[in-house]
């Protein structure tokens, strides 16, 4: 049985960045309980109750949460695209990503290899800047 390893391993990665994606769900679509309804555990005694945590901390909890799952799946999507191109070693290219900006290390063979990694990372959507620490290998 002839099996193409490259195309696999891009099929796995793009079908784990859909599982990743479809994972990340925008809070504000989430629609809040409608005002009638009544709090699912209301105490029995109201002297009791105790008073709702401050939610002030949710959104910045939730917004960098969301940035590191945006960032894994940028991640995700470079390195795929650096797999799929045949003219690189995709596994000596480290990809790291931070709030959009994705970082390569690693080695290639030539320049022009790492001029090419370079321009697939730009490329990939939602990377808003690439910073190329590539080495050629001597």
Do not use: R, Y
């Not at 479809?22 to 009544?38: F, G, L, N, V, W």
Request: aromatic share 0%.
């Amino acid at each position: 049985m002839n099996v193409d390893f490259k195309k696999l391993q891009v099929a796995l990665i793009a079908t784990a960045l859909t599982a990743l994606a479809a994972c990340h769900k925008d809070e504000a679509t989430t629609p809040p309980p409608a005002a009638d309804q009544a709090p699912a555990a209301a105490p029995a005694d109201s002297s009791a109750a105790t008073p709702a945590p401050s939610t002030d901390a949710a959104p910045a909890a939730s917004a960098s949460a969301g940035g590191a799952v945006d960032d894994t799946v940028i991640t995700t999507k470079v390195k795929a695209a650096l797999i799929a191109e045949s003219s690189l070693k995709a596994g000596d290219i480290t990809v790291e990503t931070k709030q959009g900006n994705v970082t390569l290390g690693g080695t290639v063979e030539t320049v022009e290899q790492g001029a090419k990694a370079e321009s697939i990372a730009k490329a990939t959507a939602g990377v808003t800047g690439v910073t190329n620490q590539l080495t050629v290998k001597k």
